[in-house]
């Protein structure tokens, strides 16, 4: 069955880095955009950004600019998000989740799919 | 991008319907037909209930609705039930072709 598997939970000090890893499954895995979604303890979900498994192409929520950098390994059907400069307001679950449209729907968007989600933890 | 506008809490009896809003700007809601509304019980990954306003995957109960008005989306449920006491988040596509989530609803079934 379709399903994305996410990395375990990570404990993490200000000011490091952390990488999390989403692996997909029972689908064809470059035709749908992965998003990465976050809630901070008792807190709403705040977007984070989406990534096409195709083409590569990238779009981060203006407040992860420069310190988020999604990858992918397509042998294994796998998205990466590697989130530097950690600060205590970092601190959420976060969930890998794939759109319902394919790639070639450049703005359609609705979260389909979802991991079940990976607790970061920065702490001093 | 500021987060769209949902009230903070929302409640009725069962068998009666409410009405959750998503009040966004020129830049989001009210351009685009591009909103999406999700259920999340606690400690659970959301779920998706709405897309484009108003379609309804399936396997979502046809007692959950949307609609758009200018600047605001609108997300109905009908006939209440237990089960539907949950959080409830509305998602739109931007002008910066970014993607903003709403503060949160939180539905109690009295």
């Known amino acids: 069955q379709e399903q994305l598997v996410q990395s375990g939970a990570e404990v993490k000090r200000p000011g490091a880095s952390v990488k999390l890893s989403c692996k997909a499954s029972g689908y064809t895995f470059t035709d749908f955009y992965i998003n990465w979604v976050r809630q901070a303890p008792g807190q709403g979900l705040e977007w984070v950004g989406r990534?096409?498994?195709?083409?590569?192409?990238?779009k981060y929520a203006q407040q992860f600019q420069g310190r988020l950098n999604v990858t992918t390994d397509t042998s294994t059907s796998t998205v990466y998000m590697d989130l530097s400069g950690l600060r205590s307001d970092d601190t959420a679950v976060y969930y890998c989740?794939?759109?319902?449209?394919?790639?070639?729907?450049?703005?359609?968007?609705?979260?389909?799919?979802w991991g079940l989600g990976t607790m970061v933890t920065v702490s001093s | 991008q500021s987060a769209l506008t949902q009230p903070a809490s929302v409640s009725g009896s069962p068998g009666q319907s409410i009405t959750i809003s998503c009040i966004g700007t020129?830049?989001?809601?009210?351009?685009?037909?591009?909103v999406s509304w999700y259920q999340q019980h606690p400690g659970k990954a959301p779920k998706l209930m709405i897309y484009d306003v108003s379609h309804r995957p399936s396997g979502v109960s046809d007692r959950f609705s949307g609609s758009k008005s200018g600047n605001t989306a609108s997300l109905i449920i009908s006939g209440l039930q237990a089960e539907d006491e949950a959080d409830y988040y509305c998602i739109s596509y931007t002008t910066s072709s970014t993607r903003v989530f709403g503060t949160g609803t939180k539905v109690t079934v009295l």
């Open positions: 989740t794939r759109d319902l449209f394919p790639v070639w729907e450049l703005q359609r968007s609705a979260f389909d799919l």
């Open positions: 020129r830049s989001d809601i009210g351009v685009y037909d591009y």
């Open positions: 990534f096409s498994p195709k083409s590569g192409s990238r």
